[in-house]
């Protein structure tokens, strides 16, 4: 139609009802183009188009019986004043002030909330926050970005699609999700039994952290202020991580770049006032097995002043597995001939699970990550049924870092999908200087494209190595006189070869020694 008619020829009605059923349909994605640098004329037209293509909350259809209370934390702020505020958009139902919530994702139930309404940097206390509003929710002392909340059995009702400013939500982090506990347990009967229909609202699926370093605080007295800074941080960004490295005692950073890194660094001074100390960035590299292996480990424990004594014993397989993947649970396959029962129990089983991802957190070679491997459980011999979980764990543990050590290993390393732009005189001037520069840090090119014919825009593609790319930003800026965009991305792991992985064993065993 559109080929022998003038677009404007159609109804605005009709264009715009076309788009929105293709949009949500997902067979196009409508593109605006404009810039807000000096004016803010092209803003306005954005959120014309969020209203007119995107779907509103009353037109999905969720899993909820009873119009039940449902909600997704999306953003969490640390107010001095509030405390920690949950911003939280409603999908279904209605939440009300002082209502008891139950985050799905974590298994907990929060009560003494407070709304209120978010205006800019104001907030408005609430009575209420109906289907499709956001609110701010202080309170959640249990919830993350990212959670599912949902009403509970006690609490009262807030209306569907509203959003709220909640005080009181002391375990909520941003993305997390809100529902009541009265249906919580049916719910979770309707989400086995449908596996198309789950009750948790998709929240943030963050990737794992590709650089690491260490971050003490500038002394002693600060400490307090130190830890409850990276608390608050990590709650409000998901994509952080906080960990105690066992050996040398340190507190280690991990995040999603070198940009990430700084910022956070920056925030620490600028929002905490304190200009913490940065260890060298590292890259976070990864383990793999090289082959299949089995292994059996006994733990035996005693108590009530050793007159009574557990103990129990597993036997592993363990299987490298070729697509990128952690590792989640234990594959029981057990030979019933040879275990002392026919099944595991939910709560040893989840010890187990706990023990194999505690050891395959420190790999045999440099102690980074165990990633694509296969755990199944073969044998299981319990000395009685009330068996302590930790003791399961322990042995789990054990039992799994025998095998790694008989499977052997090697290191892989992420690699970054890099696109460098040349726009304008920097294309034809810098293109050469760009590749050696790439070349330079164990690049390989993948693509040059010219974008016209005059040679004036030319993309590059690359796969280089995340440990190449310190500082990739200022050179590519330096070379390209500041007209060379920059952009990067996560990729995929890669073997590293048997040359690379002996200069860093042989760099960490250095570290190790000065240390």
Same mark, same amino acid.
């Given at each position: ?127 209420? $926050? %109906? &289907?499709?509003?956001?609110? *701010? !929710? ?5 919830? @993350? /970005? =990212?959670? +599912? #909340? ?7 009702? $807030? %209306? &569907?699609?509203?959003?709220? *400013? !909640? ?5 909520? @982090? /941003? =993305?997390? +999700? #809100? ?337």
């Amino acid at each position: 139609m559109l080929s022998s008619n003038n677009l404007y020829h159609f109804p605005e009605s009709l264009v715009i009802s076309a788009l929105k059923k293709s949009t949500i349909d997902r067979s196009l994605a409508p593109v605006g183009c404009g810039t807000a640098l000096r004016h803010n004329k092209t803003v306005e037209p954005v959120l014309d188009m969020i209203v007119d293509f995107l779907p509103n909350p009353l037109e999905r259809n969720y899993h909820f019986p009873n119009n039940q209370f449902c909600g997704l934390v999306f953003k969490i702020v640390h107010d001095k004043r509030k405390g920690q505020l949950s911003y939280l958009r409603v999908y279904k139902g209605e939440l009300k002030q002082g209502q008891s919530v139950k985050n799905l994702n974590r298994n907990a139930v929060e009560s003494g909330l407070r709304i209120f309404t978010p205006f800019s940097d104001d907030f408005q206390a609430s009575e209420k $926050v %109906t &289907e499709g509003n956001i609110a *701010v !929710i202080s309170g959640l002392s249990s919830t @993350i /970005t =990212g959670d +599912t #909340l949902i009403g509970t059995k006690e609490s009262e009702k $807030v %209306t &569907e699609g509203n959003i709220a *400013v !909640i005080s009181g939500l002391s375990s909520t @982090i /941003t =993305g997390d +999700t #809100l529902i009541g506990t009265k249906e919580s347990a049916k719910l979770k009967h309707e989400a086995k039994s449908d596996a198309h229909s789950s009750s948790i609202l998709d929240g943030i699926d963050v990737p794992d952290p590709v650089f690491f370093c260490s971050v003490e605080p500038p002394n002693a007295g600060a400490i307090r202020a130190f830890e409850k800074a990276l608390e608050e941080l990590v709650i409000e960004d998901p994509s952080l991580k906080i960990r105690q490295d066992l050996e040398t005692g340190q507190t280690i950073l991990e995040g999603m770049g070198e940009l990430h890194i700084e910022v956070v660094k920056e925030r620490l001074n600028r929002e905490y006032g304190l200009n913490v100390f940065m260890g060298p960035l590292r890259v976070g590299y990864r383990e793999v097995i090289d082959s299949a292996a089995e292994a059996t480990a006994t733990v035996e424990d005693s108590f009530a002043e050793q007159k009574f004594k557990q103990s129990c014993s597993l036997t592993f397989q363990i299987e490298p597995v070729t697509k990128d993947t952690k590792f989640t649970k234990v594959h029981v396959e057990l030979d019933e001939e040879n275990s002392s029962t026919p099944f595991v129990r939910p709560e040893w089983l989840k010890a187990i699970n706990e023990g194999c991802k505690n050891a395959l957190f420190n790999g045999p070679i440099l102690g980074f990550p165990v990633h694509n491997v296969k755990i199944t459980l073969r044998k299981l011999i319990a000395s009685g049924g009330k068996i302590n979980p930790a003791l399961l764990s322990a042995c789990a543990s054990e039992c799994v870092t025998k095998a790694l050590k008989k499977s052997g290993a090697h290191l892989i390393e992420p690699v970054m999908l890099v696109e460098v732009c040349m726009i304008d005189e920097a294309a034809e001037q810098g293109i050469h200087g760009v590749l050696q520069e790439l070349s330079r840090r164990r690049a390989t090119i993948r693509s040059v494209t010219h974008q016209d014919s005059q040679g004036h825009n030319i993309v590059v593609e690359a796969r280089v190595p995340l440990s190449e790319t310190t500082g990739i930003s200022n050179a590519i800026r330096s070379i390209s006189s500041g007209l060379g965009a920059l952009h990067m991305q996560f990729l995929e792991y890669e073997h590293v070869s048997e040359h690379d992985q002996a200069i860093l064993l042989q760099h960490f065993h250095k570290r190790s020694a000065v240390g």
